[in-house]
């Protein structure tokens, strides 16, 4: 049986290395520029006809990436590839999936019949579910997610002796108690009220009965850093120690890390967007999700 094929999009390399080497796949190549007005060239140097294909493309800033992806997902189903999926670690376009004022983009539906288009499947790493309940709601194609919690819970068990997990909204509960769950912890929840996009009330309760325990902060998302950053300085008024950050998508910008480390003792990440805070390795349960997607398709 031939070999899938994996290729990278710009930036993704590491990515697709690390899914390749437990997958057993081989590498494949594009090549892609943009001419001097900004549209971009893209080209398919390995051969994929009647091959399956995997495009691996964080989509992290997702707007330059998106249109080389799509050019390169119907170029290579136009070559005669037997199947196309697509491993996105960080799935964008999840935030507005309502209209909230009359005129408004409902983006995340939009953006899900873009990509249900184009491919034949889709992996990602636990995206943003807010009002759905599931990412079948709005995909077409079926979908695989990867769920962070076991790789958060290792690396905590492994470099905190003593963590109090720390969930930044009720929404996070499910997800932080499984991740206190295995990595034999306490947690607490906070109470967040956003009043518009940079304004949030956080309402922290009383931390005392944990004193000499280390504060794990876990969330999803961190992109400006703003509320996690009023929450460290909030407990720095019960008395705790500098606490842990830890994301699984780091949507930072260099100002907003540098930030976060004025409050925080530690910011670590999982790998899902290449930053200098990654420490968490998901690949392992990413290959498997290709894996069974590929046979799914077989």
């Not at 994929?48 to 294909?53: E, I, L, M, P, Y």
């Not at 196309?84 to 507005?96: E, F, K, T």
């Not at 300085?233 to 780091?250: D, E, F, M, N, Y």
Request: charged share 20%.
């Amino acid at each position: 049986m031939t070999r899938a094929l994996v290729i990278p999009l710009p930036g993704n390399d590491d990515l697709a290395g690390r899914i390749l080497g437990r997958l057993g796949a081989e590498l494949g190549q594009l090549e892609t520029r943009n001419f001097p007005d900004g549209e971009t060239y893209l080209r398919i140097v390995t051969e994929t006809k009647g091959r399956d294909v995997v495009l691996v493309c964080t989509l992290d800033r997702p707007d330059p990436k998106l249109l080389p992806l799509i050019f390169a997902a119907n170029t290579i189903r136009q070559l005669g590839a037997a199947q196309v999926g697509l491993v996105a670690p960080y799935l964008a376009y999840m935030r507005q999936d309502k209209r909230f004022h009359e005129g408004e983009a409902v983006t995340s539906t939009i953006f899900a019949t873009l990509l249900s288009s184009a491919f034949d499947w889709l992996v990602t790493v636990d995206p943003h579910l807010h009002r759905y309940k599931s990412l079948d709601e709005i995909y077409s194609i079926p979908t695989r997610v990867v769920h962070s919690a076991p790789f958060l819970a290792e690396w905590i068990a492994a470099n905190e002796p003593a963590p109090l997990l720390i969930g930044p909204d009720i929404e996070s509960e499910q997800w932080v108690s499984e991740v206190a769950a295995r990595a034999n912890a306490p947690y607490r929840i906070l109470r967040k009220q956003r009043h518009g996009d940079r304004d949030v009330e956080i309402t922290i309760p009383d931390l005392h009965e944990f004193s000499g325990r280390m504060p794990v902060l876990v969330d999803d998302i961190i992109s400006s850093g703003r509320t996690i950053i009023e929450t460290a300085r909030r407990l720095k008024t019960q008395g705790t120690p500098p606490p842990i950050c830890i994301a699984v998508h780091a949507l930072l910008s260099p100002d907003a890390h540098a930030s976060l480390h004025e409050v925080f003792g530690a910011v670590v990440s999982t790998n899902t967007v290449a930053h200098e805070s990654n420490r968490i390795d998901v690949c392992r349960s990413l290959a498997a999700a290709v894996a069974a997607a590929l046979g799914h398709h077989q």
